[in-house]
């Protein structure tokens, strides 16, 4: 007769279970290297003794797991705890309709939309005269007879760059200032200032690039038989110069994510509208989550640090601006995430643009000097390709070069932080300019052997930067917005009080 187990056993149900590749499957710690397929029977009688523990398996937080651990769930609660918090300590403050922007700034800001985009078409006149100059000045050329002739023909060739290069440093020039008045004197609203500012220079950066490359792509046109002519790039055999002087290549570049100017770009074979789709999701989601952080969170927080730095209280400017770090850094990171990765990303795709490394691994940055050249890819390239390489091949030290670079772009930083909070007060500039001697200071940790210098870098980088640059810089530049724009005049506030 069966005994009371085996019955039970018999009368089991069959559970096929899959030892996973790499999971310990022997006792102490040795491992079979494959995968093991047996049949484990549940007792419908004998539950007591279902044995639970079979195999060798990690903690998912440990190191020897499997499969990535997912935090997602921390970062839900994280967001909740913010919310919560803010709510609790502010109130809700969040107003859809309180708005501080009038008619005038949408009409203005829609003519400069519309009409910043007009000088990199006469970018494309200016080219297309120059363009029809060369091949005429080549047909010349070949039909002179002696040297001298030649000589002749390209001198006179010669002495018309320097018209097209001064038609377009004005046609690049009228562009930032006429943007630039437009803004400062009559569009109120800094936001709406800021993404008017922010366009007109995206499109002068362009337009220069635009000249600078054709002028290039012109003298190796001219200077093809030479035995000191360069090769042009591989890319560029598929639409040489002058064909590339057209409306439809200059479009192309007018929306393509980039600021430097190729007559080919890699292309992929064709467009994810999915990809598309959950791209420009990502973006609207992140715009309305830092509206409401910004709202909810800093708003508050800057207008209770108006009175201390008023006074020059010392000790509650370093409180708020430590406070104010954490919003700045959750806003900053949201915001680069939406523009660098999903909204760049989207139009990429849109475009079939295929070179996507806007960005990369900039927050293991052991240096300040590694920071910018990998946190915003197109505004490197452009330094690189337009203002660093060209000083370095006229003989400019290196040093002396990167030190101008930065002098530009605080320059710029300035104008698209000052022109829209109509504050020009420097603080953007020396913030940039403040970062030559940061580099120069890192540099050398990378080299040092008693110290971890890569991780000193990094602290020093998130230090100089989140924890400080930008909350500073946000609480000057606020608390000069409200001393010129106040409903209350600032000093009269804290003179009554």
């Known amino acids: 007769m069966a005994s009371a187990v085996e019955t039970a056993v018999t009368t089991s149900t069959d559970i096929p279970v899959t030892q996973p590749e790499g999971q310990y499957s022997q006792a102490n710690g040795h491992t079979n290297g494959t995968p093991e397929t047996r049949t484990v029977r549940s007792p419908k009688k004998y539950r007591h003794v279902l044995a639970i523990h079979r195999d060798s398996k990690p903690s998912c937080l440990s190191q020897d797991a499997q499969q990535p651990t997912s935090f997602v769930g921390f970062r839900n609660l994280m967001v909740l705890v913010l919310g919560e918090y803010s709510a609790s300590y502010y109130g809700v403050l969040i107003c859809i309709r309180c708005h501080d922007y009038r008619r005038q700034d949408v009409v203005y800001g829609s003519i400069l939309y519309f009409l910043v985009p007009c000088h990199l078409f006469v970018a494309y006149i200016i080219e297309l005269a120059a363009a029809q100059q060369a091949k005429g000045a080549i047909a010349r050329i070949k039909k002179a007879e002696t040297a001298a002739d030649v000589a002749i023909q390209q001198k006179h060739f010669q002495s018309t760059w320097g018209l097209i290069a001064f038609a377009h440093g004005v046609n690049a020039t009228l562009n930032l200032i006429i943007a630039t008045t437009v803004v400062y004197y009559f569009i109120h609203h800094p936001g709406i200032g800021t993404l008017c500012e922010i366009h007109a220079v995206i499109v002068w950066l362009k337009t220069c690039s635009y000249a600078f490359t ?243 870098g990094n602290l020093i980088f998130w230090v100089s930067f989140c924890l400080v640059g930008q909350p500073l810089a946000a609480l000057l530049y606020f608390f000069a917005w409200q001393a010129k724009y106040g409903s209350t005049p600032l000093f009269r506030r804290v003179l009554d009080a």
């Open 214 to 456: 054709n002028r290039d792509l012109r003298h190796a046109m001219l200077d093809n038989d030479s035995p000191s002519a360069a090769p042009l790039p591989e890319i560029y055999k598929s639409c040489p110069y002058p064909r590339n002087i057209s409306i439809r290549n200059l479009t192309y570049f007018w929306w393509a994510p980039t600021l430097v100017y190729q007559p080919v770009y890699p292309r992929t074979a064709s467009i994810r509208w999915p990809f598309v789709f959950k791209r420009v999701g990502e973006v609207f989601g992140l715009s309305i989550v830092i509206w409401i952080a910004s709202a909810q969170y800093a708003a508050p927080l800057l207008q209770n640090s108006l009175d201390k730095i008023a006074t020059l209280d010392l000790v509650s400017i370093v409180e708020r601006v430590l406070k104010l770090s954490t919003i700045s850094l959750f806003c900053w990171l949201a915001g680069f995430v939406a523009l660098f990765h999903s909204f760049l990303n989207a139009l990429a795709e849109v475009l079939r643009f295929g070179d996507r490394e806007f960005y990369t691994e900039w927050w293991n940055a052991t240096s300040i000097r590694q920071y910018w050249v990998t946190w915003n890819k197109p505004v490197t390239n452009f330094m690189r390709r337009h203002i660093y390489s060209p000083l370095v091949g006229r003989g400019v030290s290196p040093t002396v070069a990167q030190i101008i670079v930065f002098i530009f772009s605080g320059a710029l930083h300035e104008l698209l932080v000052g022109v829209p909070t109509h504050n020009i007060i420097g603080v953007a500039f020396i913030g940039m300019v403040f970062q030559i001697p940061l580099i120069f200071a890192t540099d050398p940790l990378l080299n040092v052997k008693f110290l971890n210098g890569k991780l000193i």
